[in-house]
Nanobody
Framework: QVHLVESGGGLVQAGGSLRLSCAAS????????TGWFRQAPGKEREFVAA????????HYVDSMKGRFTISRDNAKNTVYLQMNSLKPEDTGVYYC????????????????????WGQGTQVTVSS
């Protein structure tokens, strides 16, 4: 397991942008799959995006393609989520997660597939 720390959340108006970061304070992402999930009050945690560090391949929920981009910095051992054209319905707590287990594409979308989680960072999008 690795220890994860998220940052970059905040309050932004609709149409604005935020860049979230997730750093490994211990361990490394070099052989991991990392993902971003979000959870709004009273709702289930949902998948946003994932990145496989060995190949660099990325995966997104269709509704977020073109607005959200997941990327990495190998030297900094950090994964990012760039969020553009934000909408009020994007509001929630955003979590990064990691696993060393290889996952088929369908399982990348399941929170139960990941065994390391950060504490979350709040994103609030106002109308």
């Amino acid at each position: 397991q690795v220890h994860l720390v998220e940052s970059g959340g905040g309050l932004v108006q609709a149409g604005g942008s935020l860049r979230l970061s997730c750093a490994a304070s211990e361990g490394t992402f070099s052989r991991a799959t990392t993902g971003w999930f979000r959870q709004a009050p009273g709702k289930e945690r949902e998948f946003v995006a994932a990145l496989r560090w060995t190949t660099g391949s990325t995966h997104y929920v269709d509704s977020m393609k073109g607005r959200f981009t997941i990327s990495r910095d190998n030297a900094k051992n950090t994964v990012y989520l760039q969020m553009n054209s934000l909408k009020p319905e994007d509001t929630g707590v955003y979590y990064c997660a990691a696993t060393s287990t290889h996952l088929i594409v369908s399982r990348l979308r399941s929170p139960s597939s990941f065994d390391s989680w950060g504490q979350g960072t709040q994103v609030t999008v106002s109308s």
